[in-house]
């Protein structure tokens, strides 16, 4: 299956965004998510925690790195429940660990920059959607493609 995302252009910036469809018990809605290579985890910003009124369980994860100084306070979401579409319209349910952003506790000002910062699709979701990302810089397009899981045959003169 092939699930289309997003490449944004803009005169700061290059973006690949994939929407995410929450389906957490009474938290249903659309995430606008970053892709983000660099990332090796998937985090639920604090704008769509706070607008999708996600509570806030979990043991405290390690802080989030690379967002100005310091780092951002996190919850880790053992199974937290979405869905993406694919291309044909089929729908797939996943089931993964997240972090989420936790402001509580946080400055007003701290607050205020949480609420900036994407929620980010990492390479988490990649490993464990067995998925692979194909970008057309030329064409203006990306999407996630499956991995193909056949087994590799042997060829008899290896």
Not at 14 to 39: K, L, M, W, Y
Not at 61 to 74: D, E, M, T, Y
């Amino acid at each position: 299956m092939i699930f289309d995302a997003n490449l944004t252009r803009n005169e700061e910036s290059e973006r690949i965004t994939f929407n995410i469809a929450s389906r957490q018990p009474h938290c249903f809605g659309g995430i606008i998510t970053i892709v983000d290579t660099g990332s090796p985890r998937t985090i639920i910003s604090a704008r769509d925690v706070y607008m999708l009124k996600i509570p806030l369980t979990g043991e405290v994860g390690k802080p989030i790195k690379g967002f100005g100084k310091g780092g951002v306070s996190c919850r880790n979401v053992n199974r937290f429940k979405f869905t993406i579409k694919s291309r044909d319209n089929k729908i797939r349910s996943i089931e993964m660990p997240v972090c989420i952003v936790d402001i509580t506790g946080m400055s007003q000002e701290a607050r205020d920059q949480a609420f900036q910062l994407p929620s980010i699709i990492g390479l988490d979701f990649l490993r464990s959607q067995r998925l692979k990302l194909v970008v057309d810089f030329e064409g203006g397009g990306a999407y996630f493609e499956e991995i193909d899981v056949a087994p590799k045959v042997k060829n008899a003169m290896d």
